[in-house]
């Protein structure tokens, strides 16, 4: 059996058990909110098909194909993705009190770190015969699976909500694929892709019900294990900005198994963040009794007011004695200009999250000034760039006149006469 290493889909509510080779989404004993299945899988399997070389050096996600749930025998869709850097952040270090460090998954090919789902997404599509891939996305998804529905040759059609960003939607377009702005909520959007992968039988890559996605995702955490193996030090927590929640729950997955398998020696705390006005998950985690579905934050990429993977988040968070705070808008700007202006890396609003989570963090004295973090960078910075001109303000204008500098930068008249 070419795929052997998957035993089973389990759900998360119920139990019960699906064949891993057909094509299904959620549970049909359950609703298409709670019944989210786990992909489950031998690792005795998994071991003995891994080359457990764990240098550091990792070219792509697919370093990890036998923890992957692709057949032997598909094709491989790939641009590359994954083997981000994990960067050291002395500045920031600095500024916040705690050693930081960046895994930078902006730098993925078409900058998020969603082409680690949609590689998988675009294999199983092509290698179960699909001609055609949809998802809805508020713009990150639906640039990242159009490049790799472009690279795999399939149709790719993409329901946004009608307030994504144009920046964000311009990248689908250039990548071939069918923009379909939803005049209503990112829900609506996903709602309509749904029903539409039920009566047309479009492959579906939202991440949010596909169970395979989850698994493209978790590749990060085997890359944070393997590069905090060779750092020597295994982080006190890892930190994430929550949406749907699968990213969360991937990467702790994908920690763990390593952990279990005894390639490392622990595990860090998972730390989710999410925006005061999206805030779902956090609120499920901590038995909040009044939870509004109403997404409302400028960072678009975590705009999720129904989460279907919550269960699968709060699991992350729990097993790993980690938690989940709240962020507010001006947080996430003032993080995005922080972590541009003292490591030189330019996120948008979602990937700054981590980072505003961990100043609030250890405002509250959940991280403390002796331990060590890794913030986690989702998204290039280029994807949205109407709140980076709020994080930043505009431009400095002059007249061609060196007098304006001087006066600016209260140059001596003698320094510049001597430049």
């Known amino acids: 059996m070419a795929i052997d290493h998957v035993t089973t889909l389990e759900c998360t509510i119920c139990g019960r058990e699906y064949d891993p080779d057909q094509v299904i989404y959620t549970c049909p004993e359950e609703d298409g909110v709670s019944g989210i299945l786990e992909v489950k899988y031998?690792?005795?399997?998994?071991?003995?098909?891994?080359?457990?070389?764990?240098?550091?050096?990792?070219?792509?996600?697919?370093?990890?194909?036998?923890?992957?749930?692709?057949?032997?025998?598909?094709?491989?869709?790939?641009?590359?993705?994954?083997?981000?850097?994990?960067?050291?952040?002395?500045?920031?270090?600095?500024?916040?009190?705690?050693?930081?460090?960046?895994?930078?998954?902006?730098?993925?090919?078409?900058g998020c770190?969603?082409?680690?789902?949609?590689?998988?997404?675009?294999?199983?599509?092509?290698?179960?015969?699909?001609?055609?891939?949809?998802?809805?996305?508020?713009?990150?998804?639906?640039?990242?699976?159009?490049?790799?529905?472009?690279?795999?040759?399939?149709?790719?059609?993409?329901?946004?909500?009608?307030?994504?960003?144009?920046?964000?939607?311009?990248?689908?377009?250039?990548?071939?694929?069918?923009?379909?702005a939803?005049?209503?909520?990112?829900?609506?959007?996903?709602?309509?892709?749904?029903?539409?992968?039920?009566?047309?039988?479009?492959?579906?890559?939202?991440?949010?019900?596909n169970p395979f996605q989850v698994e493209g995702k978790r590749t990060v955490g085997h890359e944070l294990a393997e590069q905090s193996r060779v750092r020597g030090e295994i982080p006190d927590w890892v930190v994430f900005s929550m949406g749907d929640g699968c990213t969360i729950a991937g990467a702790w997955k994908g920690f763990r198994e390593f952990y279990d398998l005894d390639y490392v020696e622990d595990t860090p705390r998972m730390?989710?963040?999410?925006?005061?006005?999206?805030?779902?998950?956090?609120?499920?985690?901590?038995?909040?009794?009044?939870?509004?579905?109403?997404?409302?934050?400028?960072?678009?990429?975590?705009?999720?007011?129904?989460?279907?993977?919550?269960?699968?988040?709060?699991?992350?968070?729990?097993?790993?004695?980690?938690?989940?705070?709240?962020?507010?808008?001006?947080?996430?700007?003032?993080?995005?200009?922080?972590?541009g202006s003292t490591e030189g890396i330019y996120t948008e609003p979602a990937g700054a999250t981590p980072l505003a989570g961990v100043r609030r963090a250890i405002e509250e004295g959940i991280i403390d000034t002796g331990e060590t973090v890794v913030v986690n960078s989702t998204g290039f910075g280029l994807k949205d760039t109407e709140s980076a001109k709020r994080a930043t303000g505009d431009v400095m204008r002059i007249d061609p006149d060196i007098a304006e500098v001087q006066q600016r930068y209260d140059v001596p008249e003698s320094a510049a006469a001597d430049d």
């Open 271 to 339: 730390l989710g963040v999410q925006a005061e006005g999206a805030s779902a998950i956090h609120d499920a985690f901590h038995d909040h009794d009044d939870v509004d579905d109403i997404a409302d934050t400028l960072a678009d990429s975590i705009a999720v007011g129904r989460p279907r993977n919550t269960i699968k988040a709060c699991r992350a968070l729990e097993e790993s004695g980690g938690t989940s705070l709240l962020v507010e808008d001006e947080e996430i700007l003032e993080a995005e200009k922080l972590l």
């Open 42 to 110: 031998d690792y005795d399997v998994i071991h003995d098909n891994f080359d457990a070389d764990l240098d550091g050096t990792i070219d792509s996600q697919w370093k990890y194909e036998a923890f992957l749930p692709v057949d032997d025998e598909a094709d491989v869709v790939t641009l590359n993705e994954g083997g981000t850097d994990l960067f050291d952040a002395p500045n920031l270090s600095e500024e916040l009190g705690v050693e930081t460090l960046v895994k930078d998954d902006g730098r993925n090919p078409t």
């Open 182 to 209: 939803v005049e209503g909520s990112y829900d609506e959007a996903y709602d309509l892709s749904v029903e539409v992968t039920d009566e047309y039988g479009w492959y579906n890559r939202n991440a949010a019900i």
């Open 113 to 180: 770190f969603k082409d680690r789902a949609s590689s998988v997404a675009v294999t199983k599509a092509k290698h179960a015969g699909r001609d055609i891939i949809t998802c809805a996305s508020t713009g990150n998804a639906a640039a990242s699976l159009s490049g790799y529905a472009a690279r795999g040759g399939l149709d790719c059609r993409i329901f946004v909500p009608g307030d994504a960003p144009a920046g964000k939607l311009a990248q689908p377009l250039v990548y071939g694929a069918d923009v379909l």
